[in-house]
Each structure stands twice: as structure tokens, then as C-alpha cells.
């Protein structure tokens, strides 16, 4: 995909982040993107040139332009930077990433793609209430195993610390920034997905948002809920859930999230798709 492109680097630094100069590469719409050696997302970008192709297939077609796309758990903000094309100059995205890491490199990714006034990237953890979480940080090679239970659903992935970080629900957070419009959340929490939808009950219920995330059994048992706790919690805001199938990225009426290891899917409101 990159081979016959010229490869640029960069350097840049944050507080708390080590300096570094990274290959620069050009990505899908004109945009251009950082890979981090031996990072899991940078080797899938290099290899193939995509990152989870169904959900941003299943997410194209979701966000129309001028939309507004929130992006929960944004790691280096691949999403962000996709849905920033998609929704042009009329839309927003808002990115939220906890990790000091992940957070400077999603705002560089913004800066250096000209999307300062597209995309706000917020270093905060979005939960069930205000306040502030301990956010267990993983080594570099897997940074999208950050999480907010104690410890991480693959016993392979160490830790290199634990930082406190401010949380807030997305409702309050759409109530301070006077946000009257959401076409798609994209949720990716590593389990915590259950206390993002307790945090946004009246988000769901007056602008009713389009969500796609991921269920994973482990990950949620780690956080004290399951597939049973989100299906219950998004049946009573009036939502349905569809299946992703991995092959077409078309959408499938799902009756139940059943328990097994992972999967993508799409919730909607009811009568929405």
C-alpha cells in the first residue's frame, strides 16, 4: 500500500511524552498518518494501509456531511481522522483519549493533517460519572489495551503505569459544550462500554446517536458487567442492535448480544436503519 510513496518523519513533543521523529506515511483521503514502531495499530496501517476496514465501512455509511461524530476511546485517532474527511467543513468530531501517549499523538495527528478546527481532542475518560479514574496504561506495542479496570483482559500485555486522568459522562460533557447534534459514537473502552452508556442516558434519549462498538465478553467481566448489562441498558433507551458481518460490512438485524469472545456491532434507534 505505502511502498511506492515517500516516506516523510517528524518530530514533536509533549509534556510527559519522550520526544521522537516518526515515519510519516500518506493514508485513505489525502490524509497522512504516524507509525510508531512496534505499535500493533502502526504495524496493521504499514502492512495493509487500513485499521479495522468493516467498522470504518459501517461508519462511512452512517455519518453524512456535516455531521457530528464522537470518537470514545480514540488511541491515536484513526477514526477521528477519517470521520473529520467524511464529515467536511460543516461537521465535528470530538475525540476522547485518557492516555497522556495516545492523547499527544492523536492531537498531533491533527495538527500536522490541518484539522485544528475540525477536531476536538479532549484528554478525558468518557464514564458514569464526573471526576477523575485511574487509567491502567499499557506498553507501547499495545496501547489499545489502556483500560480502566485493574488490570488487562490478556495476561501477555504488561503495564507501564497507572495515571489519573479526569473523567466526565458524555452527558455533561454535551451539556457544557452546548452539542445539539451527534450522528455516531464509536465506543472502544477495553470493557468500560457499560459505564459510557450509564454516563449518556439523556444524550440517547434526546439526540438519539447511532453507536458502533465493540462487545467483548473478558474485557466487560472485568468492569462488573456483560453483553446482558448493555443490551439491557440500551433496550430501555429504545435502541436496536445489528450485527456487522466481517466479510461485506452490511448490517444484520441482531435479536441478542450473545456471549462468546468479540464482535462488532452497530446500535440504533429503534426503526433508525
Excluded at 13 to 37: F, K, M
Amino acid at each position: 500500500f505505502f511502498s511506492s510513496r515517500r516516506r516523510h518523519t517528524r518530530s514533536f513533543h509533549v509534556t510527559g511524552v519522550q520526544t521522537c521523529a516518526l515515519p510519516i506515511l500518506p493514508w485513505l483521503d489525502g490524509l497522512r498518518v504516524q507509525i510508531v514502531p512496534g505499535n500493533e495499530m502502526s504495524r496493521a496501517l504499514y502492512l495493509s494501509g487500513l485499521y479495522e476496514p468493516t467498522v470504518a465501512v459501517v461508519i462511512q455509511r452512517l455519518l453524512p456531511a456535516g455531521g457530528t461524530f464522537f470518537d470514545v476511546g480514540a488511541n491515536m485517532g484513526l477514526f477521528s481522522l477519517l470521520a473529520a474527511s467524511w464529515v467536511g467543513a460543516g461537521g465535528q468530531v470530538h475525540a476522547f483519549e485518557p492516555s497522556a501517549r495516545e492523547h499527544a499523538r492523536l492531537v498531533e495527528h491533527v495538527r500536522f493533517n490541518g484539522l485544528e478546527g475540525r477536531v476536538r481532542a479532549e484528554r478525558v475518560a468518557l464514564a458514569e460519572h464526573d471526576g477523575t479514574v485511574g487509567l491502567h496504561v499499557a506498553e507501547d506495542s499495545h496501547s489499545g489495551h489502556n483500560t480502566l479496570s485493574d488490570g488487562f483482559a490478556n495476561a501477555a500485555v504488561a503495564e507501564v503505569g497507572v495515571e489519573t486522568v479526569e473523567a466526565c459522562t458524555l452527558d455533561s460533557y454535551v451539556r457544557r459544550h452546548d452539542v445539539r447534534r451527534i450522528d455516531v459514537v464509536k465506543i472502544d473502552v477495553e470493557g468500560s462500554e457499560g459505564r459510557v452508556l450509564a454516563g449518556a442516558r439523556e444524550t440517547l434519549r434526546t439526540l438519539r446517536p447511532r453507536l458502533v462498538f465493540e462487545v467483548n465478553e473478558p474485557t466487560l467481566r472485568r468492569h462488573g458487567s456483560s453483553p446482558d448489562d448493555l443490551q439491557r441498558s440500551l433496550a430501555e433507551a429504545g435502541y436496536d442492535l445489528w450485527d456487522i458481518d466481517e466479510a461485506t460490512a452490511e448490517l444484520r438485524p441482531l435479536p441478542a448480544l450473545a456471549r462468546g469472545s468479540s464482535w462488532d456491532v452497530v446500535a440504533a434507534p429503534r426503526g433508525a436503519l
